[in-house]
């Protein structure tokens, strides 16, 4: 079974510019998380979708958006990108909405957000 | 707000000791707590989770709500276990997704 895969792994931005990431689960997962990794903040929950739903979402400001697909794959936008944005973001997937009832989450490599 | 604290950034010690990552939280209800282990070069993944109460390449961990804490224990360090530990925490009902701490890397020295 292939893994969860994120796209594209390193991405150079402009501040300003506005960036879309996408994140595969694994096949018949219908649950998609995102994550942003930075030294400072470590891993902070972004929000989750399951079946094309925004179910739960952290503490990010509204140019932080995203949605799912009927495939479940799932992409994660940023807009009017900020220097502070530099970061790893990354997904994770399970087959249901929550880890703790006997889904693990299932987390793809990251993609490498630059800005300059 | 729910909190987790991995007090120590990096801890070292020699293969065959025991080894202790520590783990506090701070939450007001009943909390989810788990382990995720990221290895060089590798993909965080799920260690082991409280509910479970399981062992998973020789760790253990339990959950102690009177201390608040959730150590991550194993009696003989492996040189294989040297990675990033993350101690997580889901607030039941999973509203705001899972908080991670900030991780504590440990070395096992041969």
């Known amino acids: 079974k292939a893994g969860v895969t994120q796209t594209p792994r390193y991405l150079i931005k402009t501040r300003g510019q506005q960036v879309t990431l996408s994140c595969s689960p694994i096949?018949?997962?219908?649950?998609v998380s995102w994550y942003q990794q930075t030294p400072g903040q470590g891993l902070q929950f972004l929000f989750e979708?399951?079946?094309?739903?925004?179910?739960n979402k952290g503490n990010f400001p509204g140019r932080f958006s995203g949605r799912q697909f009927s495939n479940s794959r799932s992409e994660m936008n940023v807009s009017t990108l900020e220097l502070g944005d530099s970061a790893l973001y990354l997904c994770a997937s399970s087959f249901g909405q929550s880890p703790s009832k006997g889904n693990e989450q299932y987390f793809g490599p990251g993609t490498r957000l630059t800005v300059t | 707000a729910q909190r987790v604290t991995q007090p120590e950034k990096l801890l070292s010690v020699f293969k065959g000791a025991p080894v202790e990552l520590k783990c506090n939280y701070s939450y007001s209800g009943s909390p989810e707590l788990f382990w995720y282990v990221q290895y060089s070069r590798q993909r965080l993944q799920l260690l082991l989770r409280h509910i479970s109460r399981e062992s998973i390449k020789g760790f253990t961990a339990d959950l102690n709500k009177g201390e608040t804490s959730f150590h991550l224990k194993k009696p003989f360090a492996q040189e294989e276990d040297s990675a990033m530990y993350y101690c997580a925490l889901r607030a039941r009902g999973g509203a705001d997704g899972l908080t991670f701490g900030k991780g504590t890397h440990l070395i096992i020295q041969p």
């Open positions: 096949s018949g997962h219908r649950s």
């Open positions: 979708y399951f079946s094309e739903t925004q179910r």
